[in-house]
């Protein structure tokens, strides 16, 4: 991207971590087109970084341009022009991005950025919103948002909104980045999309098992995600997160996802992070708190 990287000037730097959907069921479809999800949600060490800094005129800047998201399409900015109008704050802010996370990769990198704009200008405007208000406008603005505001791995259930925090072993993981935009409209409207998942109950949940229901439909449409899922299962056992493209595999430390990691092609792109049940948004906002 062609982000200018955070100046010095910014008061505020924050990161918006990256996600997994460690499973992913889909047990039906509501009347206004939206899937009721089941799916694990826990977080990586490995994400954008966002720098704020006040302006008193009231006016939402961001000056890192993500090619093909026009500046009042960023969910940066549309997170931002939100919090001004339910607040009803009369400050603005300038906001620089360091985008890492690949666009369209199903581990939420707009959803995040989204979140970090609600807490980091809650923060630098002093509003003191609750987390459940800021999850509730972060919902408007995208499904996975919510879980980004709480900043806790989560069972989630309704199209994501509902979150039952969990504790999860944090293990490595290798996240592989096929070079294709996957369209989660264009997923969700698959008529071969399995839709019947019968629900399950967070227990059974983390004694193991589960699958991404979006996977057949998503490695028979891309077939980048398909040879993804093929090469790194000579590995690993590997799954798609979300409706893709990343699909990832998990080790019980980082030389063994390192050494995978060199094994793969240039041509299908990597990296290596640590699930977190914490985010590191709230690991930063705790230290700011105590300052
Ligand atoms: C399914 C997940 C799992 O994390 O996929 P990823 O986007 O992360 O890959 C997300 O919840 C996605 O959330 P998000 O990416 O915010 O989706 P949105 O932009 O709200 O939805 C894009 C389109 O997908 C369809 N959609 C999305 C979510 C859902 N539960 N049911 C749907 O049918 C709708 O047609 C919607 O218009
Ligand atoms: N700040 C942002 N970062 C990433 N994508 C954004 C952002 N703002 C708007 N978008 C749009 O949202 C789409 C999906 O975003 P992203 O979160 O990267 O994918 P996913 O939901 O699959 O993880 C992008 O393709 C892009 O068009």
Same mark, same amino acid.
């Given at each position: 991207?062609?982000?200018? #990287?955070?100046?010095?000037? #910014?008061?505020?730097?924050?990161?918006?971590?990256? *996600?997994? /959907?460690?499973?992913? %069921?889909?047990?039906?479809?509501?009347?206004?087109?939206? %899937?009721?999800?089941?799916? $694990?949600?826990?977080?990586?060490?490995?994400?954008?970084?966002?720098?704020?800094?006040?302006?008193?005129?009231?006016?939402?800047?961001?000056?890192?341009?993500?090619?093909?998201?026009?500046?009042?399409? /960023?969910?940066?900015?549309?997170?931002?022009?939100?919090?001004?109008?339910?607040?009803? !704050? @009369?400050?603005?802010?300038?906001?620089?991005?360091?985008?890492?996370? @690949? $666009?369209?990769?199903?581990?939420?990198?707009?959803?995040?950025?989204?979140?970090?704009?609600?807490?980091?200008?809650? %923060?630098?405007?002093?509003?003191?919103?609750? =987390?459940?208000?800021?999850?509730?406008?972060?919902?408007?603005?995208?499904?996975?948002? &919510?879980?980004?505001?709480?900043?806790?791995?989560?069972?989630?259930?309704?199209?994501?909104?509902?979150?039952?925090?969990?504790?999860?072993?944090?293990?490595?993981?290798?996240?592989?980045?096929?070079?294709?935009?996957?369209?989660?409209?264009?997923?969700?409207?698959? @008529?071969?999309?399995?839709?019947?998942? &019968? @629900?399950?109950?967070?227990?059974?949940?983390?004694?193991?098992?589960?699958?991404?229901? !979006?996977? &057949?439909?998503?490695?028979?449409?891309?077939? =980048?995600?398909?040879?993804? $899922?093929?090469?790194? /299962? *000579?590995?690993?056992?590997?799954?798609?997160?979300?409706?893709?493209? !990343?699909?990832?595999?998990?080790?019980?430390?980082?030389?063994?996802?390192?050494?995978?990691?060199?094994?793969?092609?240039?041509?299908?792109?990597?990296?290596?992070?640590?699930?977190?049940?914490?985010?590191?948004?709230?690991?930063?906002?705790?230290?700011?708190?105590?300052?």
């Amino acid at each position: 991207m062609s982000g200018a #990287a955070i100046p010095l000037g #910014a008061a505020l730097r924050l990161p918006a971590p990256a *996600k997994l /959907n460690l499973m992913l %069921h889909i047990l039906g479809r509501r009347a206004d087109g939206y %899937h009721e999800l089941q799916t $694990l949600f826990q977080f990586l060490d490995h994400g954008d970084e966002l720098g704020f800094a006040l302006r008193e005129d009231g006016e939402i800047r961001l000056h890192s341009a993500i090619p093909g998201v026009n500046h009042d399409n /960023n969910l940066i900015v549309r997170a931002a022009r939100q919090l001004q109008q339910h607040s009803g !704050c @009369p400050l603005g802010a300038d906001i620089w991005l360091d985008k890492r996370l @690949p $666009l369209g990769g199903g581990i939420g990198g707009g959803s995040s950025d989204a979140a970090t704009t609600l807490l980091g200008l809650d %923060h630098l405007w002093q509003l003191g919103w609750s =987390e459940d208000r800021l999850a509730e406008l972060g919902l408007g603005l995208g499904a996975d948002v &919510p879980v980004f505001v709480r900043g806790r791995a989560a069972f989630a259930e309704g199209v994501g909104e509902q979150l039952t925090p969990v504790e999860l072993a944090e293990p490595w993981f290798l996240v592989a980045v096929p070079q294709v935009l996957v369209s989660t409209a264009e997923v969700f409207s698959d @008529p071969e999309l399995t839709r019947d998942t &019968p @629900p399950i109950k967070v227990r059974s949940l983390l004694e193991g098992g589960g699958r991404n229901d !979006c996977q &057949p439909v998503v490695q028979k449409r891309y077939p =980048e995600v398909r040879n993804a $899922l093929i090469l790194l /299962n *000579k590995f690993v056992p590997a799954r798609l997160t979300g409706t893709g493209a !990343c699909v990832f595999g998990s080790f019980p430390n980082r030389d063994d996802a390192d050494k995978v990691a060199r094994q793969l092609p240039a041509a299908l792109p990597s990296f290596v992070a640590q699930g977190r049940n914490v985010s590191m948004l709230h690991r930063k906002l705790a230290t700011l708190a105590k300052k």
